[in-house]
């Protein structure tokens, strides 16, 4: 069955941190994978995504994802978080045409 | 591009009366789905229609809740009789389906407080 974990629930950072949010998938077929943004009372906005090829992908902000077929993991990085950064990260895997999402992770970034 | 339009933004009804949140896609866009998002279940996917024709209700809780796209451009997710467990923010996304490469996009939502 599709799966996607987020092992991390709840992250709490200084200003200047390093990021580092993990995120597993289990899926057999090519894999589309996906992180999604969720800044308070707001919609879900895409962070960055990858289909094929380089398995290093830079997104908006500073994020990035590296796909690491061998572990099934797709973690997100950013090397200095803001405290705009505060929101909900969501990973994603597309399956057939669904996408499954994770159960995101709270990220409290402090000034 | 406005990108997904979603209304209205926010309702608040009493237990027992019909809902109807609406949807219109990104235009070209030929796929489009419907979540519903709580604190205690994160983000259920609800109907997935392409082309207009639903393809996946396995997400649609009961009976209570019908989903429609009579058109490319616009989608309905009604709930009739509504009930306080069907509080919950609905996101409405949207995508080109193509080759498997499709990117969903999402809506503002709609805050739903059913009382």
């Known amino acids: 069955a599709q799966s996607v974990s987020q092992h991390n629930h709840h992250v709490i950072l200084s200003e200047a941190a390093s990021l580092e949010l993990g995120c597993n998938y289990s899926?057999?077929?090519?894999?589309?994978l996906f992180w999604y943004v969720q800044y308070p009372g707001q919609h879900l906005q895409l962070l960055l995504k990858?289909?094929?090829?380089?398995?290093l992908v830079k997104g908006i902000k500073g994020f990035e994802a590296e796909f690491i077929k061998s572990k099934f993991s797709f973690n997100l990085r950013k090397p200095s978080v803001q405290w705009s950064d505060t929101a909900e990260y969501f990973c994603a895997v597309r399956g057939t045409y669904k996408y499954i999402f994770g159960t995101g992770t709270r990220l409290k970034v402090l000034a | 591009d406005a990108g997904v339009i979603q209304s209205p933004r926010h309702e608040v009804t009493e237990m027992g009366q019909e809902v109807t949140l609406r949807c219109k896609p990104i235009s070209g866009h030929n796929s489009l789905f419907w979540y519903r998002q709580t604190m205690m279940r994160g983000l259920e996917l609800l109907i997935y229609?392409?082309?207009?024709?639903?393809?996946?209700d396995s997400g649609m809780p009961e009976d209570r809740f019908s989903a429609k796209m009579p058109n490319a451009s616009f989608s309905t997710l009604k709930i009739q009789p509504s009930e306080p467990r069907d509080s919950a923010v609905y996101f409405c996304a949207s995508s080109f389906f193509q080759a498997g490469t499709d990117t969903q996009y999402f809506g503002p939502g709609t805050r739903l407080t059913v009382l």
């Open positions: 229609f392409n082309n207009n024709v639903p393809i996946d």
């Open positions: 899926y057999g077929g090519t894999v589309n």
């Open positions: 990858y289909f094929s090829g380089d398995p």
